[in-house]
């Protein structure tokens, strides 16, 4: 059972996606994670978010590992720790810019369809159902307003020490999802047969809850 979790930013994938997996005993994958970690990479040694051909060398000697600790993601790239690195603004200002480009996208992609290829896992992102595993057995869209996903990028951020307005969040979210959702290659969208789910007024239990009674049903 592959299942596929899509939205825009902050919508409560990777909430929700943790708690799914772990409910279930399945495996985990981030794969926004996956274009943060290069998006580091990149910044760490001054690749320009246009140089499509050193991105994908990047890409491809790019070495990652993901595991779960607490309901946390530990992400470990090239031997480092770097699961709060990649979550800062500097990286989610550049992301965007990286990930549009189609030979760096097929590079990712490879590499999350062969995680995913033994099944029981639970993979989360922005072309899941539509581009990644399009025969996933069950698709979610998450989805919430603007406003209150800038909320909550705000409060994540305050718990992690920092310090930003909700303005400024709102207006770096607005600005990720049109450029995720306008470039040419896999943009966010919901696939036609993915359940949504409008995640506004909705707690994280309620939101995991939903999730695992549609699972239940397909059964
Ligand atoms: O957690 P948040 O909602 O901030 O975003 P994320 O899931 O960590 O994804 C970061 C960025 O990676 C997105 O804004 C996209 O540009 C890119 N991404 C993508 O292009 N395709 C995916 N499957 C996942 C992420």
């Known amino acids: 059972m592959i299942i596929a979790i899509d939205g825009p930013a902050a919508s409560g994938k990777s909430t929700t996606a943790q708690l799914v997996a772990e409910r279930l005993g399945y495996a985990y994958l981030d794969t926004g994670a996956m274009y943060r970690a290069l998006t580091l990479k990149a910044l760490r040694q001054g690749v320009n978010g246009e140089d499509e051909e050193r991105l994908c060398q990047l890409a491809s ?17 090239d031997d480092e720790e770097v699961s709060q690195k990649i979550r800062s603004s500097q990286v989610s200002r550049m992301v965007s810019l990286v990930s549009r480009h189609p030979k760096v996208r097929r590079i990712m992609v490879d590499r999350q369809r062969r995680f995913g290829e033994k099944g029981r896992v639970v993979v989360e992102g922005r072309d899941i159902g539509t581009v990644v595993f399009p025969q ?31 303005e400024e969040q709102l207006a770096a979210i607005v600005d990720r999802d049109r450029l995720d959702s306008q470039r040419e290659d896999s943009p966010l969208r919901k ?29």
């Open 191 to 219: 696939a036609e047969d993915a359940v949504l789910i409008d995640t506004t007024h909705l707690s994280i239990e309620e939101e995991g809850k939903a999730v695992l009674d549609l699972i239940k049903r397909r059964g």
């Open 61 to 77: 000697s790019l070495q990652l590992s993901f595991s779960l600790k607490d309901s946390r993601l530990k992400v470990i790239m």
């Open 136 to 166: 996933a057995d069950l698709k979610v869209y998450l989805d919430a307003t603007p406003e209150e996903r800038a909320k909550r990028r705000m409060e994540e951020l305050r718990m992690g020490g920092g310090n930003s307005s909700l």
